[in-house]
Nanobody, 121 residues
Framework: QVHVVESGGGLVQPGGSLRLSCVAS????????MGWYRQAPGKQRELVVTLDSGGNRNYGDSVKGRFTISRTNAAKNTVYLQMNSLKPEDTAKYYC??????????????WGQGTQVTVSS
């Protein structure tokens, strides 16, 4: 079983910054991609950004130039989302998604419980 845990959400003023973290643990043999999605009340879940094992990044149009995903070489099961120039419309619950392969369970596509980000003055 693969566990995904997000952290780092909170309340921030417009124009401020936050950094989210996502850690995947469990019986993981390899990770194909990790990424962030968000969902605001009454709206569908949308792509924020994904990062695949080849280092390719795919950003949603609404966050390009403001958000950055990164991963350290030492901990390939951890990704960070640096969010700058935050706007009220960035307010949402942010979810981490991890796709990969487990020797015990085969392919997996796991989600965390989410972390709330609120941008407000």
């Amino acid at each position: 079983q693969v566990h995904v845990v997000e952290s780092g959400g909170g309340l921030v003023q417009p124009g401020g910054s936050l950094r989210l973290s996502c850690v995947a643990s469990g019986s993981i043999s390899s990770i194909d991609a990790m990424g962030w999605y968000r969902q605001a009340p009454g709206k569908q879940r949308e792509l924020v950004v994904t990062l695949d094992s080849g280092g390719n990044r795919n950003y949603g149009d609404s966050v390009k130039g403001r958000f950055t995903i990164s991963r350290t070489n030492a901990a390939k099961n951890t990704v960070y989302l640096q969010m700058n120039s935050l706007k009220p419309e960035d307010t949402a619950k942010y979810y981490c998604n991890v796709r990969g392969y487990s020797d015990y369970a085969g392919g997996f596509d796991s989600w965390g419980q989410g972390t709330q980000v609120t941008v407000s003055s």
